[in-house]
């Protein structure tokens, strides 16, 4: 803008000076940039022009401007009022921003002691460029920007971003149909990395560094994640950025990458990758965890204390203890954290071969504890090593072991 108000002032003074010579050269350009911009950032009817902007930079170019429109030497490579401006236009610079932008140039020349009849002229050039600064960029501009524009630049950059995020989370975690695949995530950093994400796939910067879309969720495959559930995050998403006032045409494009990415969301692990997993986590992992021992036993008793043919070994026992107990042991036998302090096997059950405990009550166990973890959804082969665990300490519970 400031270059703007001294387009005409080239030509040469009464005593063939020309005005950057007789203003005082490169130390006096260089003083009326920087009392103008300190001016501007100060001034609340303006300075919102220039949020974001490198002010050193902004300066540099200005005083190279300067320095050619008062006469001195040519080291300018701007661009002309119009386009120079037209960005500025967009955010709505308008009159009554121009006419602040002339008073503090007034004010800034006043103070570097230029005669008052050099300000009122530089204010007549400054409303003779008024037109050009306010032009805006052209219909056919327009739409070569939005064609040339990032998909992250059109929705708004990190602003839209970080807030269409918060927003899409907070929906996510109310709606019932996909909020069971965020149990026990930290939001904070989930949100923080989704916002990452998002700004990569919409052409911004690029500072994700999380994992790719298979193997970022393919621990959720394994919960059941598929086709109905991306529909819901995309029709969240799309909510989402309709409360934000996204253009439909915008929505559209985001639909567009998210379904551009379903497959690879739902691939889930390689059999190798499976494999690996397995080999490297104990059975306490990858039954589930504290989580789904506890809620095995509780579903197992349950079941225990509703069977006629095994319930008769539990008879005035105190069931909390007993489920207490049992999970400790479980989460030990399972290759969890051993925090098991009862009594051995044999020690642990010779009191109910005194009622008549035998093979048979063992299969009921067997097979009731199969059921529990078949109803928990529990993959078969897991099943299987679990029956097979309490196969290994049949002679135990039935004290055969010892007796041999």
Same mark, same amino acid.
């Given at each position: 803008?400031?270059?703007? $108000?001294?387009?005409?002032?080239?030509?040469?003074?009464?005593?063939?000076?020309?005005?950057?010579?007789?203003?005082?050269?490169?130390?006096?350009?260089?003083?009326?940039?920087?009392?103008?911009?300190? @001016?501007?950032?100060?001034?609340?009817?303006? !300075?919102?022009?220039?949020?974001?902007?490198?002010?050193?930079?902004?300066?540099?170019?200005?005083?190279?401007?300067?320095?050619?429109?008062?006469?001195?030497?040519?080291? +300018?490579?701007? #661009?002309?009022?119009?386009?120079?401006?037209? %960005? $500025?236009?967009?955010? *709505? &610079? !308008?009159?009554?921003?121009?006419?602040?932008?002339?008073?503090?140039?007034?004010?800034?020349?006043?103070?570097?002691?230029?005669?008052?009849?050099?300000?009122?002229?530089?204010?007549?050039?400054?409303?003779?460029?008024?037109?050009?600064?306010?032009?805006?960029?052209?219909?056919?501009? @327009?739409?070569?920007?939005?064609?040339?524009?990032?998909?992250?630049?059109?929705?708004?950059?990190?602003?839209?971003?970080?807030?269409?995020?918060?927003?899409?989370?907070?929906?996510?975690?109310?709606?019932?149909?996909?909020?069971?695949?965020?149990?026990?995530?930290?939001?904070?950093?989930?949100?923080?990395?989704?916002?990452?994400?998002?700004?990569?796939?919409?052409?911004?910067?690029?500072?994700?560094?999380? #994992?790719?879309?298979? $193997? *970022?969720?393919?621990?959720?495959?394994?919960?059941?994640?598929?086709?109905?559930?991306?529909?819901?995050?995309?029709?969240?998403?799309?909510?989402? &950025?309709?409360? &934000?006032? /996204?253009?439909?045409?915008?929505?559209?494009?985001?639909?567009?990458?998210?379904?551009?990415? #379903?497959?690879?969301? &739902?691939? *889930?692990?390689?059999?190798?990758?499976?494999?690996?997993?397995?080999?490297?986590?104990?059975? +306490?992992?990858?039954?589930? *965890?504290?989580?789904?021992?506890?809620?095995? /036993?509780?579903?197992?008793?349950?079941?225990?204390?509703?069977?006629?043919?095994?319930?008769?070994?539990?008879?005035?026992?105190?069931?909390?203890?007993?489920?207490?107990?049992?999970?400790?042991?479980?989460?030990?036998?399972?290759?969890?954290?051993?925090? +098991?302090?009862?009594?051995?096997?044999?020690?642990?059950?010779?009191?109910?071969?005194?009622?008549?405990?035998?093979?048979? %009550?063992?299969?009921?166990?067997?097979?009731?504890?199969?059921?529990?973890?078949?109803?928990?959804?529990?993959?078969?082969?897991?099943?299987?090593?679990?029956?097979?665990?309490?196969?290994?300490?049949?002679?135990?519970?039935?004290?055969?072991?010892?007796?041999?």
């Amino acid at each position: 803008m400031f270059a703007a $108000l001294f387009r005409m002032l080239t030509g040469k003074t009464a005593d063939n000076r020309s005005l950057y010579e007789k203003l005082g050269g490169e130390a006096a350009v260089d003083a009326a940039v920087d009392i103008f911009y300190r @001016k501007v950032l100060a001034d609340d009817r303006v !300075n919102q022009f220039f949020e974001g902007v490198d002010m050193e930079k902004q300066a540099a170019k200005q005083k190279a401007f300067l320095t050619m429109a008062f006469g001195g030497p040519n080291h +300018y490579t701007g #661009r002309d009022m119009r386009l120079g401006h037209a %960005h $500025l236009v967009e955010q *709505g &610079l !308008n009159d009554t921003h121009v006419d602040v932008i002339i008073e503090l140039l007034g004010e800034t020349l006043k103070e570097l002691n230029v005669p008052d009849e050099l300000i009122q002229e530089v204010a007549k050039i400054a409303d003779s460029v008024r037109a050009d600064v306010l032009a805006g960029y052209t219909e056919e501009e @327009k739409k070569a920007m939005g064609k040339e524009k990032s998909l992250y630049e059109q929705l708004g950059g990190e602003a839209a971003v970080d807030a269409a995020v918060d927003i899409f989370y907070r929906k996510v975690l109310a709606d019932p149909r996909v909020n069971k695949f965020f149990e026990g995530v930290d939001m904070e950093k989930q949100a923080a990395k989704q916002k990452a994400f998002l700004t990569m796939a919409f052409g911004g910067p690029n500072h994700y560094t999380g #994992r790719d879309m298979r $193997l *970022g969720h393919a621990h959720l495959v394994e919960q059941g994640l598929n086709d109905s559930h991306v529909d819901v995050i995309i029709e969240l998403l799309g909510e989402t &950025l309709k409360e &934000l006032n /996204v253009s439909d045409d915008l929505i559209a494009q985001v639909a567009d990458i998210a379904n551009s990415v #379903r497959a690879d969301v &739902l691939a *889930g692990y390689t059999q190798e990758e499976k494999q690996a997993m397995n080999d490297s986590q104990s059975l +306490y992992e990858r039954l589930g *965890g504290e989580a789904a021992v506890n809620a095995a /036993v509780d579903i197992f008793y349950r079941k225990v204390l509703a069977d006629p043919r095994v319930n008769q070994f539990f008879e005035g026992v105190d069931m909390e203890k007993q489920a207490a107990k049992q999970k400790a042991f479980l989460t030990m036998a399972f290759g969890g954290p051993n925090n +098991y302090t009862g009594k051995d096997m044999c020690e642990a059950h010779r009191h109910l071969l005194d009622k008549g405990l035998n093979d048979t %009550h063992v299969d009921v166990i067997i097979e009731l504890l199969g059921e529990t973890l078949k109803e928990l959804g529990v993959a078969d082969d897991l099943i299987q090593e679990v029956a097979a665990i309490a196969e290994s300490v049949r002679d135990d519970v039935l004290c055969r072991r010892q007796a041999s």
